[in-house]
């Protein structure tokens, strides 16, 4: 527990990147939205549609035993294809975060934390490679087909970090806000 807040602190974090006005480039809000719907929450878990946040990513992930962090990516593979990607793989930029107003925040947040001593302890992304990123548009089919085979991911990485992760007997329905956006142009 925090000794300021009185709440209890969440050592594993789920995150969602990307701009869900821009095509595929919201497939981690998406995937996250799902993942929170599908499974069943988790003391330890705590689970964000952060958006684009930029440097602005650095509190989330502050102190964090494990991040799991949704996005598109900039990889080889047909659209579609999922990239399961750890720290040194987009550090090294074998692998890159999709070039949108959140592609340097996390390279600089991790940097940032590193060397204050409070980096996560361990960084997984999830990504997927897009096939576009238009203003407007809607998912690609290849990267809505993946949206499931990524919910299922996530599970199984919590899992091979001994946080049980069980499916709803009840799924939630999802808040897919922005599709009322891009079908009227008026927020719900």
């Not at 995150?15 to 995937?31: A, C, E, K, S, T």
């Amino acid at each position: 527990m925090s000794e300021s807040t009185g709440v209890a602190e969440r050592h594993i974090c789920v995150i969602g990147l990307g701009n869900v006005l821009l095509g595929d480039d919201g497939f981690g809000p998406l995937v996250v939205e799902r993942f929170r719907c599908e499974y069943a929450d988790h003391a330890d878990v705590e689970v964000l549609d952060l958006g684009t946040p930029g440097l602005d990513l650095a509190p989330y992930l502050h102190g964090k035993h494990l991040a799991v962090i949704v996005d598109t990516v900039k990889s080889e593979g047909e659209p579609g294809t999922l990239c399961h990607l750890g720290e040194t793989d987009f550090g090294d930029r074998r692998a890159a975060l999709h070039l949108t107003g959140h592609d340097p925040g996390l390279a600089q947040c991790l940097a940032q934390l590193r060397l204050a001593g409070r980096a996560p302890s361990k960084v997984i992304v999830v990504g997927v490679v897009p096939q576009s990123c238009a203003l407007g548009s809607s998912f690609s089919a290849p990267v809505f087909a993946a949206v499931s085979t990524a919910v299922e991911k996530i599970a199984s990485l919590l899992r091979e970090h001994d946080v049980p992760c069980q499916r709803r007997a009840v799924q939630k329905p999802p808040n897919l806000w922005w599709e009322t956006v891009l079908r009227t142009g008026m927020p719900t």
